[in-house]
């Protein structure tokens, strides 16, 4: 695999349009997670776009990975314009030849007048993408039913000592991680031990353990609903989702942050895109400074750019300071894992069919 192709700072410049075109695109489709994230762009990316440009935006969701980029790419025919990826899978669609390049120079300078290449945080931008928002998979619980609740990854996959059915993502990648975490392995060796065949085998021995009592989910909007629901005692979730459910909706949850797994999320824009330089016009607008910050007050996910940190103030409708909600608190990294973009874009396909294998069984 060509990694050096999506280094930062290597881009291949595109010729693009000195003048926007956001004014001849009947519509611009955008694509990504649904729920709270998706509410959240839109009110900061969404709205401000359409006032200032007049393009309509469809917004479409999905539920990650780059299979349906990849079909639409093949066959000629490609209806979304820009969608949200995790880095892994900007990776491979770009290694693959599936998004377009993008140039980092046209990307706005920061409000403190520093280039986007000096700006934006290091590792958020890539040949094919640029980074929105760090984001985190943590767990979380009901603490008006469970008062003394789980305060490690351990405690999640400990059945006895907190009953209950356990709600995960359906899929290896994180899982893996938390069960290695949960079995004892310190953060910053998960992945040296996953890269192992017995370090697989062990992971999956882990998650035998709770597989009886894990309700599957693949949609970020679904943990806060089986918590509030009582379907599960302890859910795997993104962060920012737990954060609104509380936040937003009153919900007693607790989010437990021992052993997150944070990443990042990126805009691509699919080859062939239809509306690509409109596609670019929202990427650029999207990723200024004061869009990212406003993108915070509504959601607890980091933004990528240094110059909208101090920008970040209270959350939107409440007297809730965002800072210490966010992924990248020193207070919340105590026993983080960053995931590893590298691993899973060569073992995303093998881990996937072994995990679906064991599904079934």
């Given amino acids: 695999m060509k990694l050096t192709k999506l280094l930062a700072g290597t881009a291949i410049s595109l010729a693009l349009a000195s003048g926007s075109t956001a004014a001849f695109a009947k519509d611009l489709t955008v694509v990504s997670w649904g729920g709270a994230y998706t509410k959240s762009q839109v009110e900061a990316y969404h709205k401000p776009f359409i006032a200032k440009t007049g393009v309509n935006i469809k917004s479409e969701d999905y539920n990650g990975g780059i299979a349906e980029i990849k079909a639409q790419?093949?066959?000629?025919?490609?209806?979304?314009?820009?969608?949200?990826?995790?880095?892994?899978?900007?990776?491979?669609?770009?290694?693959?030849?599936?998004?377009?390049?993008?140039?980092?120079?046209?990307?706005?300078?920061?409000?403190?007048?520093?280039?986007?290449?000096?700006?934006?945080?290091?590792?958020?931008?890539?040949?094919?993408?640029?980074?929105?928002?760090?984001?985190?998979t943590i767990f979380a619980y009901d603490k008006s039913k469970m008062p003394e609740g789980p305060k490690t990854m351990a405690d999640f996959f400990d059945t006895k000592k907190f009953p209950g059915k356990r709600g995960l993502r359906k899929g290896a990648k994180v899982n893996l991680e938390f069960a290695l975490i949960a079995d004892g392995v310190a953060a910053k060796d998960v992945y040296s031990v996953l890269e192992t065949p017995e370090g697989v085998d062990r992971a999956f021995a882990k998650l035998d353990t709770i597989k009886s009592d894990v309700v599957w989910w693949e949609a970020g909007a679904q943990p806060p609903q089986m918590l509030a629901d009582g379907e599960v005692a302890l859910t795997t979730a993104y962060n920012g989702r737990i954060f609104n459910a509380v936040a937003g909706e009153g919900k007693p949850f607790e989010i437990v942050w021992d052993g997150q797994v944070w990443d990042l999320d990126l805009w691509v824009i699919p080859k062939g895109a239809k509306n690509k330089e409109t596609a670019m016009d929202f990427l650029k607008f999207s990723t200024a400074t004061e869009q990212l910050a406003a993108q915070a007050s509504y959601i607890s996910y980091g933004p990528a750019r240094a110059s909208s940190s101090p920008l970040v103030g209270k959350f939107h409708n409440a007297d809730i300071d965002m800072g210490p909600q966010m992924p990248t608190n020193p207070t919340n990294l105590t026993n983080a894992v960053q995931n590893n973009f590298e691993f899973w874009a060569d073992n995303a396909d093998q881990l996937n069919e072994r995990f679906n294998a064991w599904l079934a069984n």
């Fill in 73 to 136: 790419v093949e066959a000629g025919n490609v209806t979304w314009d820009i969608v949200d990826v995790e880095l892994s899978d900007a990776i491979r669609a770009c290694d693959e030849g599936l998004l377009e390049t993008i140039d980092h120079s046209t990307l706005p300078a920061g409000a403190n007048g520093k280039p986007a290449t000096e700006d934006f945080l290091p590792g958020t931008l890539y040949d094919c993408a640029v980074a929105n928002i760090v984001w985190s």
